[in-house]
Every structure is written in C-alpha cells, then in structure tokens.
C-alpha cells in the first residue's frame, strides 16, 4: 500500500512556472515507480513524467520535455515535477501515481493503468 498526496498547484500566468509535490508514505521494504500525469476538462487523462524507484532513469512526454523535470529526494519519499515556460494547454489536474516494483527496478511506465495507487490531485491552471 502506498499513499500518496499532492501540493503545489495553482494559478499562474503563461511563461510561468510551479513545482508539484507528491509526498509517499509507504510500508518499509515497499519499492515503486512514480509518475505524474495530468486530465484536463472532457479529456482522458495523459502521461507527463515517470521515475523509476531505482531514480536512475526518467522519462517525459514529448509535450513537456525542456520544460518539466522530473526529480526525488534522495530518501525517496518525495517526487517533485518542476514545471517552466507553462502554457495555457497545460492546464489540468495533475496527479501522482505510484506502481509496485522489485528493489533493482529501473523502469519507468506511461499508461495509466500501469499504476495502482494515487493521489488525490491538485489543479493547476495557466492563463493567457
């Protein structure tokens, strides 16, 4: 079991940037993929960023790359998804998810239902 909780979201101008949190709290001995993805109004929810529990390895949509960064404390009970030059299309809901791996993972996961345990999201909303 993993929970996990979200902060950070907002209201920002286009150009701007924010820094999303997503706080884990799991059993000891317990290893897993983190991801971000986000569900803007009338629209599936869609990837944005994934990283691996061994936090070697990190992976972004095409949408976000040069301007999100995915990173996690080095007790990894933390993930962090910093986001730069944001743009009105990138407002949505964004949600971290979490998904039960071996101790040496180093993969990372783009689909949704790759993930077991989420948050419970945090809007942020970009203006023209």
């Known amino acids: 079991q993993v929970h996990l909780a979200e902060s950070g979201g907002g209201l920002v101008q286009a150009g701007g940037s924010l820094r999303l949190s997503c706080a884990a709290s799991a059993a000891p001995s317990t290893f897993y993929t983190m991801g971000w993805f986000r569900q803007a109004p009338g629209k599936e929810r869609e990837f944005v960023a994934s990283?691996?529990?061994?936090?070697?390895?990190?992976y972004l949509d095409e949408s976000v790359k040069g301007r999100f960064t995915i990173n996690r404390d080095n007790d990894r009970t933390t993930m962090y998804l910093q986001m730069n030059s944001l743009k009105p299309e990138d407002t949505a809901v964004y949600y971290c998810a979490a998904k039960s791996v071996s101790r040496y993972s180093s993969y990372v996961y783009t689909r949704p239902d790759h993930y077991v345990y989420w948050g419970q999201g945090t809007q942020v909303t970009v203006s023209s």
């Open positions: 990283i691996a529990w061994s936090g070697d390895n990190t």
